[in-house]
Nanobody, 127 residues
Framework: QVQLAESGGGLVQAGGSLRLSCAAS????????MSWFRQAPGKEREFVAAISWSGGSTYYRDSVKGRFTISRDNAKNTAYLQMNSLKPEDTAVYYC????????????????????WGQGTQVTVAS
């Protein structure tokens, strides 16, 4: 069983940066794929980024490549999403998700394949 809690959201001007954190409970954090999804008003939840157990593999949606960086610290049971060069279209509620791995890339990018979710943190990018 894993419980997730996001933090770090807020209001930022376009071009600014935010760092989201996802603190996880449980002793087997290092065996879970950790991911970030987001959901804007009136839209479906979408994949943003994911990281493998060891951190050796990372995955991103095309629109955030080069701007967002996902990382994890297994000693602290925490995953991070560093978001730079933020755009108004990045505005959404950001959710942390976990699933026991390993997982294929196709599975990683699909919302329905995750069993554990945080409560979400709002990110608002003003133009």
């Amino acid at each position: 069983q894993v419980q997730l809690a996001e933090s770090g959201g807020g209001l930022v001007q376009a071009g600014g940066s935010l760092r989201l954190s996802c603190a996880a409970s449980g002793r087997t954090f290092s065996r879970y794929v950790m991911s970030w999804f987001r959901q804007a008003p009136g839209k479906e939840r979408e994949f943003v980024a994911a990281i493998s157990w060891s951190g050796g593999s990372t995955y991103y949606r095309d629109s955030v490549k080069g701007r967002f960086t996902i990382s994890r610290d297994n000693a602290k049971n925490t995953a991070y999403l560093q978001m730079n060069s933020l755009k108004p279209e990045d505005t959404a509620v950001y959710y942390c998700a976990a699933q026991f791995g390993p997982l294929s890339e196709v599975v990683i990018r699909t919302t329905d394949n995750y069993g554990y979710w945080g409560q979400g943190t709002q990110v608002t990018v003003a133009s």
